[in-house]
């Protein structure tokens, strides 16, 4: 089995403004064509799965059925749509919830980079926002 090697996440530029919290631009998708893996750190199997929303060189906002409480830290396989299917491994902690916790069904959250599992990750991601317009 190949070893797995942790890759820091790119570090960002502060975003201006007091509300916005994100330090990199974001890149829409349509979620209906997204999917998440999602487990907790150190699980072996991934046991949620979710819609990206949008994703850039520092984190993702995903929705899943389950509501993870900001600070849990996450892996996710990410596949990203497109005429060629990207797929990236990383770590990364929930930052914040995007949806009322306390209403039933799916909740959107801010999950923040920690590490790629693999350089290609990092790579094949800042390739694909290149390739989709948005700057890395």
């Known amino acids: 089995m190949p070893r797995k090697t ?4 790119a570090p960002g530029t502060p975003a201006p403004g007091i509300a916005e ?3 990199a631009p974001r890149l829409k998708l349509p979620a209906m ?3 998440v893996r ?9 046991i949620w799965t979710g819609f990206i929303y949008d994703v850039s060189d520092t ?3 995903i ?3 389950c509501d993870l409480d900001p600070g849990t830290q996450v ?9 060629r299917q990207t797929t990236i491994h990383a770590t990364g902690h929930i930052v914040r919830r995007h949806d009322d ?5 799916p909740v959107r959250m801010g999950l923040e980079f920690d590490s790629f599992n693999h350089a290609d990750d990092r790579m094949r991601l800042s390739a694909y926002l290149a390739n989709s317009g948005l700057a890395a």
């Open 63 to 65: 929705e899943l059925d």
């Open 21 to 23: 919290a994100r330090q």
């Open 59 to 61: 984190g993702m906002r």
């Open 6 to 9: 942790s890759v820091p996440a």
């Open 75 to 83: 892996e996710v396989r990410a596949m990203l749509p497109g005429a």
């Open 101 to 105: 916790h306390d209403e039933p069904g």
């Open 38 to 46: 999602v487990r907790p750190m150190g699980r072996e199997k991934y």
């Open 33 to 35: 064509y997204t999917l």
